[in-house]
RNA sequence: GGCCACGUGGCGGAGUGGUUACGCAGCGGAUUGCAAAUCCGUGCACCCCAGUUCGAUUCUGGGCGUGGCCUCCA
């Protein structure tokens, strides 16, 4: 980082402002995402986090020489184990079949794996010695088989939430189970029947409850002090909280994470989305509809705080906008891009910004434009190695544009690549001789296939219609 | 009921106390054999009501609407 690049700057949830992003080490940056609890097939608001810490992870690693970014998987959770008890089989069959699912279809929208991807079910023994170190001093208690996070003992409980206790308990809707001491108590552990999967602990064979997993997660991959803890905003309260109170009170007071994002919903056409009302999209059925790259560019067009808006005009307007980048870069097809870091100063700084990922399009496309009239081939191969460059950091536009054209949207035709090409050149044959008519029948007939013609002063181009 | 966000043109979506966001779609023109792509130009906006201000979409208050959390849901 060079002294004219300006500061990152993070939206802090525990400061309620941007805050300028300063690592504890900035040799070694930390961050930890909460990752999804695999029972089912993620949607697109599921994705929505998963594709916006990826790009937080992908400017870091720009600024910083190391980052280690974790996102566990949630593989012990009652829903999994009802699951798999209607299916007759274990826990790890369901867990296995959807972190492949959602490894593959997150994959799909270009989010790289974490550095470290930890499973619950593989760091019980940290959990357990977090609790018993939570119980020592005073913060836990053992009831009944279950061991509760004691909430009136740690002050600061809601300062991230900035809820205040007694506030609360006056909800009067938090679960109050007679074993415990406060009804803002939660769990930490509870008893396993024989028919539930469970482990041996010292308060007999259970499983651990939802937060701790977190907590024991980032202190054993990442150490008692994170730098940045990133999730959705309905995260923010429990399960944040709570696993902010169970961190600190575990480790004699140390900060937990120094930066909390949280990143907003995804509402479909106004309304929330839920299996009730039946507009709950899949990002597994959304990839067999449109590019992955065009899903992921939906959801970075709004600012990740933002709730973002979805309806059926998304997809195509965000596959319209790559049909545009990508065509610029096509045309600087005959350049070769200059290897020097080139991404413009106005497109880092609005990532910098709090990941403001629209204002940085925005800039994507002014290079779009100053690409379509350059015709200095020096400036032409900065810009197209600008174009790229700055898309890496977004995670897209790094296919080659002619694949994108032609490609993509691969299914759209049964036509392959040479016979279309041999149409090309019949029509261009035909345009030769002025038999405009043939050559416009060619036309017509390869658009009803699905591929449209571009005529251009270096040949014909074609596109598969999306 | 309590707490918290958000409400921008046909659509998505930035931003700002007074100046073009950007993209998609539309319209006009250039270009093209005709198209497409590209370029040039262009119409369309800041939920409602008060207040502060020379001036508010941008600040304050109220209202309405949508959404989130308070029930181990991104």
């Known amino acids: 980082m060079n002294a004219t690049t300006p500061d990152l700057t993070l939206y802090n949830t525990l400061t309620r402002q941007k805050d300028r992003f300063v690592p504890l080490d900035e040799k070694r940056v930390t961050m930890y995402v909460c990752g999804p609890t695999v029972y089912n097939h993620a949607h697109i608001g599921n994705a929505r986090p998963a594709v916006a810490f990826d790009v937080l992870v992908r400017v870091l690693r720009r600024l910083y020489p190391q980052v280690i970014y974790v996102r566990n998987i949630t593989d012990i959770e009652d829903k999994i184990i009802e699951m798999a008890q209607a299916e007759g089989v274990e826990i790890s069959v369901i867990t296995e079949r959807y972190a492949d699912i959602y490894r593959a279809d997150m994959g799909a929208l270009g989010v790289a794996l974490p550095d470290v991807e930890p499973l619950a079910t593989e760091t019980i023994p940290e959990m357990i010695a977090m609790m018993e170190r939570l119980i020592a001093a005073g913060h836990a208690y053992e009831a009944e088989g279950h061991v509760l996070f004691d909430v009136p003992s740690f002050p600061d409980y809601g300062a991230l939430s900035r809820r205040p206790m007694d506030e609360m308990i006056a909800g009067a809707r938090v679960e109050v189970a007679p074993y415990k001491k406060s009804p803002g108590d939660f769990v930490l552990w509870k008893p396993s029947t024989d028919e539930q999967p469970g482990w041996e602990s010292p308060w007999g064979r259970g499983r651990p409850g939802w937060h701790i997993e977190c907590s024991a997660m980032i202190e054993k991959h990442l150490g008692e002090t994170i730098d940045i803890h990133g999730g959705g905003i309905d995260l923010q309260f429990p399960h944040h909280e709570n696993e902010l109170a169970q961190s600190l009170c575990s480790h004699e007071g140390a900060p937990f994470a120094r930066y909390w994002l949280h990143n907003g919903f995804v509402n479909m056409n106004t309304e929330k989305m839920s299996k009730s009302l039946g507009n709950v999209l899949l990002v597994h059925d959304l990839i067999e509809a449109a590019p992955g790259e065009a899903i992921r560019l939906a959801l970075l067009n709004a600012h990740y705080r933002q709730p973002l808006e979805w309806n059926d005009d998304v997809l195509p307007q965000s596959k319209a906008m790559l049909d545009r980048l990508y065509g610029a870069i096509r045309k600087l097809g005959d350049v070769t891009a200059v290897t020097d870091d080139v991404v413009p100063d106005a497109f880092l700084e609005a990532l910098l910004d709090d990941l403001n990922t629209p204002k940085a399009l925005a800039e994507l496309f002014v290079m779009a434009k100053k690409a379509n009239v350059a015709t200095d081939d020096g400036e032409r191969a900065q810009l197209k190695a600008a174009l790229v460059q700055s898309g890496f950091l977004l995670g897209i536009l790094q296919q080659d544009a002619n694949s994108w054209f032609e490609g993509e949207a691969a299914g759209a035709t049964d036509l392959d690549a040479a016979a279309i090409e041999a149409q090309i050149e019949a029509r261009k044959a035909a ?36």
């Open 431 to 466: 345009r030769a001789s002025k038999d405009f008519a043939e050559a416009d029948r060619i036309r017509d007939a390869l658009a009803d296939a699905g591929v449209l013609i571009e005529d251009g002063p270096e040949g014909t181009k074609w596109k598969l219609a999306g």
